[in-house]
Structure formats: C-alpha cells, structure tokens
C-alpha cells in the first residue's frame, strides 16, 4: 500500500481542479497547469479533496498511485502559493544583472554569460549576488535554478561559484605550504 497515495489532497479555496479522461488540470489564483495521467490509476475529487485510487495491484499501478498523487499536490501548492529556489553567488567580482528578458551573470569567465529567461519562470535579483527563481510549475523552477547553477557550481576549495542558498559547500584544504 503507498504511504503517501493514499492520503487525500485538500483543495484551498480559489483552486478548482477538473478531472476529464486522461487529463487533471488545476486553476488557481497564481495560473493554470495541467498534467495526463495513467490509466493505471483513477482520479476523483469530492468534498474539497482530491483522491488517487489505483484500479489493481500490479506493480506499475503501485508505482503509479504515490506519483500522480504527488503531481497534483505539487500542481494545487503551485497555483496558490507558487514555488521558489534562492541562488547565492559567491566570488570576487561575481555578479548578476537582469538585462530585459536575458539574466547576464559575470562569473570569472572571459565574457559575460547570458541566460534566457523562460517564459513560465520569473527571475529577480536581491543585490548583484543573490537570484530568485519563482514561479507556478515545480519542476520548471527547480530546472531552470539547476541550469543556472551548473554554469559555475561552487568549487571545495574556496567555495567560489553558484550555490543553493540552502546548500552547504563542503570545504577541503588547499597544498600544504613546501618547507
């Protein structure tokens, strides 16, 4: 039995969720997202809540039930409350600016390196060194912070580079000096 499939996802007010064939789509104040679903599994929704059921008990149903449910709870947080990753740049003259639709990031490298802004995503800056990724979709925000940060992670030794703000960096020492 899935632990977390089984649990009903409560609908907040101003989100409405619809269920049609194969497809669960949900709207809320912040915008709209939909998701297909399995066959594998059955969607319904009553009483302000949203309840996945698996139609037997093959494995990929089993696999299937704690996945969906997810999936529309990730989609109802999203349109109420919306996600956000926080970015910390660390390292001399590292910085950040946001030029139009293009986030242009001077990170050690010989140019400038510009990146699109996606149109399902908003970044802002808080400072040259701190970028906030925010938006409705879950999985967009979390891609398009790894995007950003995979430009320059933070490297051991001086921790220079593009960090979560909840990442810790593990430290190494450097050379020993030669005596």
Do not use: C, W
Not at 42 to 68: C, F, M, N, P, W
């Amino acid at each position: 039995m899935s632990r977390i499939g089984v649990l009903p996802v409560e609908i907040p007010s101003g989100v409405t969720v619809d269920v049609k064939s194969d497809l669960v789509g949900v709207k809320g104040p912040k915008g709209e997202l939909s998701q297909t679903y399995s066959e594998e599994v059955e969607i319904s929704v009553a009483d302000d809540q949203v309840v996945v059921t698996r139609k037997d008990e093959s494995k990929i149903a089993k696999s299937k039930h704690g996945l969906y449910r997810n999936l529309i709870r990730n989609m109802i947080v999203g349109v109420s409350a919306g996600y956000s990753k926080t970015l910390l740049i660390n390292g001399v003259g590292y910085r950040a600016e946001i030029q139009g639709d293009v986030l242009t990031l001077n990170l050690g490298f010989s140019n400038p390196i510009e990146f699109p802004i996606p149109e399902d995503v908003a970044i802002s800056i808080d400072g040259p060194t701190k970028i906030i990724v925010a938006g409705i979709d879950k999985q967009r925000v979390g891609q398009t912070a790894a995007e950003i940060r995979s430009i320059r992670p933070p490297e051991p030794y001086k921790g220079k580079g593009v960090r979560y703000e909840d990442e810790y960096v593990r430290r190494k020492v450097g050379k020993a000096g030669v005596k």
